[in-house]
């Protein structure tokens, strides 16, 4: 299986933060990856695909980069409704993996 | 606006099986990966695996030998069945929608989710 590795595990910022998630392959997967949002109690929602491609609706502070086995999820300015947990997930191959997951907390 | 809904037991004793069934609401059946995931404090989030309208169904490995997925058509739900179960499958599991756009491929529609506790 392709392991995919996120960090940090855990993050305190306040709003405006500029805020960066990285993720890392444990193999080469092209831009298969894609990045989630989940809030407490809720379903993750899908944010970015294929690595940089916001999906629809998505807000444009979200920007995601990266191929091969780095990549990274940016938001540009935390406002109060992103705190909540990242993940990332690879597409390249079945079984798809994801990240243990970011928690990004107010300061 | 296409909502999954999804039921099935939460309590189950050792060596049992669980089974879930998931109703896809307000789309399309076809043309997507119906697919089944679990999540667990700490293992995270675990791809269970997936199937498709035809009944294509493609397994995670690590669970293949005890995991059946199912769909049928004629109701547009598809299920999951896990045989022996163990306190290691305590997890929520969920119903997700794959969807492929071109090479890439994402979930984007999820169900409420549900909790199943394996315990004697």
């Known amino acids: 299986d392709i392991q995919m590795t996120q960090s940090p595990s855990s993050l305190s910022a306040s709003v405006g933060d500029r805020v960066t998630i990285t993720c890392r392959a444990s193999?080469?997967?092209?831009?298969?990856l894609n990045w989630y949002q989940q809030k407490p109690g809720k379903a993750p929602k899908i944010l970015i695909y294929a690595a940089s491609t916001l999906h629809s609706g998505g807000p444009s502070r979200f920007s995601g980069s990266g191929s091969g086995t780095d990549f990274t999820l940016t938001i540009s300015s935390l406002q109060p409704e992103d705190f909540a947990t990242y993940f990332c997930q690879q597409s390249y191959r079945t079984p798809y993996t994801f990240g243990q997951g970011t928690k990004v907390e107010i300061k | 606006q296409v909502q999954l809904q999804q039921w099935g037991a939460g309590l189950l004793k050792p060596s049992e099986t669980l089974s879930l069934t998931c109703a896809v609401d307000?789309?399309?059946?076809?043309?997507?990966?119906w697919t089944w995931l679990r999540q667990t404090p700490g293992k995270g989030l675990e791809w269970i695996g997936e199937?498709?309208?035809?009944?294509?169904?493609t397994y995670n490995p690590s669970l293949r030998s005890r995991v059946t997925i199912s769909v049928d058509t004629s109701k547009n739900q598809f299920s999951l069945k896990v045989t022996a179960v163990t306190a290691a499958d305590t997890a929520v599991y969920s119903c997700v929608r794959g969807v492929r756009e071109g090479y890439y491929y994402y979930m984007d529609v999820w169900g409420n989710g549900t909790t199943v506790t394996v315990s004697s």
């Open positions: 193999e080469r997967i092209s831009t298969y």
């Open positions: 307000g789309g399309s059946f076809s043309g997507y990966y």
């Open positions: 199937i498709t309208h035809s009944g294509s169904a």
